[in-house]
Nanobody, 121 residues
Framework: QVQLVESGGGLVQAGGSLRLSCVSSGSIFSIGTMGWYRQNPGRQREFVAAISSGGSTNYADSVKGRFTISRDSAKNTVYLQMNALNPEDTAVYYC???????????????WGQGTQVTVSS
């Protein structure tokens, strides 16, 4: 019903920057909170950043001051600008969101497929 597609991942050297994008499509009546999570092999998926429908943001302590989450409602897109990257940021980054698919239904949660971010030392 709703699909999330991430892009922008890749290989970058320590201290560099990347911008991730997440485009949502399908049956979308309205969009609630959107967020980014990341996961390394052998570790649990962890919260990175979130942005509410009203524009309020929250960040994990490990990325505060380096990452910025934003959204473009007209394009149904959420972004994650990542600066001053270090090897500890290496992970698969997943987009997550809450969507109403019609006026008849409440919010449902969806995940993207993930995009790999690798930071070399």
């Amino acid at each position: 019903q709703v699909q999330l597609v991430e892009s922008g991942g890749g290989l970058v050297q320590a201290g560099g920057s990347l911008r991730l994008s997440c485009v949502s499509s399908g049956s979308i009546f309205s969009i609630g909170t959107m967020g980014w999570y990341r996961q390394n092999p052998g570790r649990q998926r962890e919260f990175v950043a979130a942005i509410s429908s009203g524009g309020s943001t929250n960040y994990a302590d490990s990325v505060k001051g380096r990452f910025t989450i934003s959204r473009d409602s007209a394009k149904n897109t959420v972004y994650l600008q990542m600066n001053a990257l270090n090897p500890e940021d290496t992970a698969v980054y997943y987009c997550n969101g809450n969507f109403r698919e019609s006026y008849r239904t409440w919010y449902a949660n969806y995940w993207g497929q993930g995009t790999q971010v690798t930071v070399s030392s």
